[in-house]
């Protein structure tokens, strides 16, 4: 029995021709995308001669002066005349301080002389305008405020130096000496 459809001979023979056709266009387009634009006439004229501007001097810029920087303080606490039967203590504390709203936050980070039962307290507050006063809030349960009066003046930073006074917790008024580095 005679199959009634007659299958179709492969058409690769078209498709190959159409692919190379397809290809010489793409060639040709290339080609004149390439091609270097025709010179434009040059018109010859006599140079003028250079004017000669005094440049102004540069005037030397000091860097931006960073706004938060990174602290280092030592926390040293110990009994009161009100309160003389407190044990001393002392840890490292690190922190930021904001030069333009002179706002300082600490958290301790390290004991160097831990007393029994006690724990490291952070500190946030506001270096006074004059730079002689640090006021503000141990973030602590039990804990209130803190003041302390700038005692001396050393290190590389406008804050650095020595800061005594008392901070109020639950074991009642402590006496402190902040050490910024």
């Known amino acids: 029995m005679q199959s009634r459809y ?7 023979i078209q498709l190959t021709s159409l692919l190379d056709l397809l290809f010489v266009m793409v060639f ?8 270097p634009p025709a010179p434009a006439p040059v018109k010859k004229t006599k140079p003028a001669a250079p004017k000669v501007a005094a440049k102004p001097k540069a ?4 860097p931006p002066k960073k706004v938060v920087s990174t602290i280092e303080a030592t926390f040293n606490f110990y009994g009161t005349a009100k309160n003389p039967n407190l044990p001393t203590g002392k840890y490292l504390m690190r922190g930021d301080y904001n030069s333009k709203t002179r706002e300082l936050k600490l958290g301790g980070i390290g004991w160097i002389d831990r007393p029994k039962n006690y724990d490291m307290v952070p500190l946030s507050g506001k270096i006074g305008p004059s730079g002689k006063t640090f006021t503000g809030r141990i ?11 700038r ?4 290190g590389e930073r406008e804050i650095s130096g020595d800061w005594k006074g008392v901070y109020e ?13």
């Open 6 to 12: 007659r299958r179709k001979k492969p058409t690769t």
């Open 28 to 35: 040709v387009s290339l080609l004149q995308q390439k091609a």
């Open 59 to 62: 005037k030397p810029v000091a």
């Open 139 to 149: 973030e602590f349960q039990s804990c209130k405020q803190f003041t302390l009066q």
């Open 151 to 154: 005692t001396t003046n050393s």
């Open 169 to 181: 917790c639950g074991q009642g008024a402590t006496g402190l000496t902040l050490t910024i580095l």
